[in-house]
């Protein structure tokens, strides 16, 4: 009997009144063996755009890069910044393309258009909008408290203390998980990281 191991993570994203929360847990795992605990899974997609990942670093970094390549290319073309949703669905498309051989990631985009934005991608490129979010083996844990806890047009420290709440929560559960939190926000103003120790 073959056992196949896939990487553990947890990732969260929350709206809240003028922007998007990203925020993930740092360790890498590949079934029991913890390969690293100081990895990054969020990232700036454009300057309104971020992202937040679980599954294989590899595929998350390249789709990433990827997409980020595609949104300039488009604002160079169409002189606008480019719409989270536009973000999603370039996303989208890449890995629907891969599907045979799918990118082991789930992702969630999130920014601010004309308002804040959520969307989830599983590894086939399905794109589901939403208010909050959570992805990985971790996600059931977080979304019981987000679920309980997430009311609309909450405050920036609200949605930053729900969403570390959410990401230690799967922590607490999931062995995939841990080692601290990376913050990422994602506002009209430029984008910023928070690291917390755990």
């Keep these: 009997?073959?056992?196949?191991?896939?990487?553990?993570?947890?990732?969260?994203?929350?709206?809240?009144?003028?922007?998007?929360?990203?925020?993930?847990?740092?360790?890498?795992?590949?079934?029991?063996?913890?390969?690293?605990?100081?990895?990054?899974?969020?990232?700036?997609?454009?300057?309104?755009?971020?992202?937040?990942?679980?599954?294989?670093?590899?595929?998350?970094?390249?789709?990433?890069?990827?997409?980020?390549?595609?949104?300039k290319i488009r604002k160079l073309e169409t002189r606008r910044n480019v719409a989270p949703n536009s973000v999603a669905k370039m996303m989208s498309v890449i890995m629907f393309e891969r599907r045979f051989f799918p990118l082991l990631t789930q992702v969630i985009v999130g920014g601010i258009d004309t308002k804040p934005e959520i969307y989830t991608l599983d590894p086939l490129g399905s794109v589901l909008p939403d208010d909050y979010a959570a992805v990985g083996t971790g996600a059931e844990m977080a979304l019981g408290v987000m679920d309980t806890e997430y009311r609309a047009n909450i405050s920036e420290q609200t949605a930053k203390e729900l969403a570390i709440k959410a990401i230690k929560s799967s922590i607490q559960r999931d062995s995939g998980s841990g080692d601290g939190i990376d913050i990422l926000f994602v506002t009209r103003n430029p984008q910023r990281d928070e690291s917390l120790t755990l």
């Design 1 to 71: 009997m073959a056992f196949q191991f896939m990487p553990g993570a947890t990732a969260v994203g929350i709206s809240f009144d003028n922007g998007v929360v990203l925020a993930s847990e740092k360790r890498v795992s590949y079934g029991n063996f913890v390969v690293n605990k100081n990895t990054k899974k969020t990232f700036h997609v454009t300057d309104h755009v971020g992202a937040a990942c679980a599954g294989m670093i590899a595929d998350m970094q390249i789709l990433v890069r990827q997409v980020g390549a595609l949104a």
